[in-house]
């Protein structure tokens, strides 16, 4: 099976890997490791999700494999202006908001299971 471009993983498909989701997990393992990206604001998500020292030690060991997505000039223009087309009109949440301009940015799908979250964003190509 040839493997996918890079894709950038929403906190919530991370969240099912960590619960084993076989059918999260077998998508993952056709985007392949090295292509799976996730943005700084996952990250954060993820560690202020951590339950215990453990929790996050493994957060910070599995993270470290994949591709991160920083917060950049160019990601904070575009935020802004798509927080001006879709807060009001959609209330896009500041997470998902900086987590839909990092694909933007980055000329990447999205993989996401709240497609609903998303979906009115003309500039966003969702994954799958």
């Not at 393992?29 to 999700?49: D, H, K, M």
């Not at 957060?59 to 997505?69: F, G, S, T, V």
Request: net charge positive.
């Amino acid at each position: 099976m040839e493997k996918t471009k890079v894709v950038l993983c929403d906190t919530n498909i991370i969240i099912e890997f960590y619960k084993g989701n076989a059918a999260i997990l077998k998508s993952l393992r056709s985007i392949g490791q090295e292509n799976i990206a996730v943005s700084i604001v996952t990250f954060g998500e993820l560690i202020y999700g951590a339950i215990n020292k453990t929790d996050l030690s493994k957060i910070n060991k599995d993270i470290a494999h994949l591709q991160i997505l920083f917060i950049d000039q160019d990601v904070c223009d575009r935020f802004l202006k798509i927080m001006i087309s879709y807060s009001l009109s959609h209330n896009l949440s500041l997470p998902d908001g900086f987590i839909a301009t990092a694909a933007i940015a980055n000329n990447i799908p999205l993989y996401t299971l709240n497609r609903k979250d998303f979906r009115y964003i003309k500039e966003l190509k969702l994954w799958k």
